[in-house]
């Protein structure tokens, strides 16, 4: 079925079953399906639709966009690149004075000050900008969540990993995934007290994951957030 609403129309399918309310589900490839009570009329169907109409249109788009992989960005004004967790646009500033490519944020836009007017130029000076901010990001989130450990890390690292968001030796060496300055703040934190914990515990037993529990009790759905948005932390 297709149903038109604030101009945007979407396909959808209605399931009656023995249930006592309407649910709307979302399967692996965004597609919408509606489980609804046997004898439920359409109105009532279409009402909780539009109710959720926002919500259901974003999350369709973002799963459909996740199966196609990571993007190929375009460096150009308003082009989006994510910091703490959200969106933001780009603004390209051609300057040939400057002493180095660099990016300045104001808290609406990510603008980028180069001395030429190339991708490679704008990729780099956003990717320098994202491991800078994900140093100090992550270390004011170790001095904050130092008081639950006896043990200080020995240093602290910013890594390009494609297979990891943080990593812990057995010298308290720690390691962060520059592309973490794109997550929020508190999935950030969360990555940084995972890697804390291993200064305890080296390895993933119940000991580790109680102590992890015990400082970030929600941690799951920190992990959630990182499985579902890795695909578009990207420059």
């Known amino acids: ?60 788009k973002e799963m459909k966009e996740r199966l196609l992989g990571p993007q190929k960005k375009n460096y150009e004004p308003g082009e989006s690149f994510l910091y703490l967790g959200n969106s933001f646009p780009i603004q390209i500033h051609e300057d040939s004075t400057t002493p180095q490519d660099r990016v300045m944020f104001d808290g609406k836009t990510l603008h980028i000050y180069v001395k030429q007017l190339e991708d490679d130029k704008i990729k780099q000076a956003l990717k320098r900008y994202y491991y800078q901010q994900c140093k100090s990001l992550v270390e004011k989130s170790i001095s904050l969540h130092q008081r639950h450990f006896k043990a200080k890390p020995r240093s602290i690292k910013i890594s390009d990993s494609k297979t990891t968001w943080g990593t812990c030796d057995s010298r308290r060496q720690l390691t962060f995934n520059w592309r973490l300055a794109m997550a929020p703040q508190e999935v950030i934190d969360y990555v940084v007290v995972h890697e804390m914990c291993h200064m305890v515990h080296l390895n993933h037993d119940r000991s580790f994951w109680r102590l992890v529990g015990k400082i970030v009790p929600d941690y799951k759905e920190k992990e959630n957030w990182l499985a579902g948005s890795s695909w578009k932390m990207t420059v």
Do not use: F
């Open 1 to 60: 079925m297709n149903h038109t609403y604030l101009g945007e129309t979407i396909h959808y399918e209605v399931k009656y079953k023995n249930r006592a309310s309407i649910g709307i589900y979302l399967d692996n490839y965004g597609n919408i399906e509606i489980h609804a009570p046997k004898g439920t009329p359409d109105e009532a169907v279409l009402r909780i639709l539009e109710d959720k109409w926002d919500v259901i249109l974003q999350k369709s």
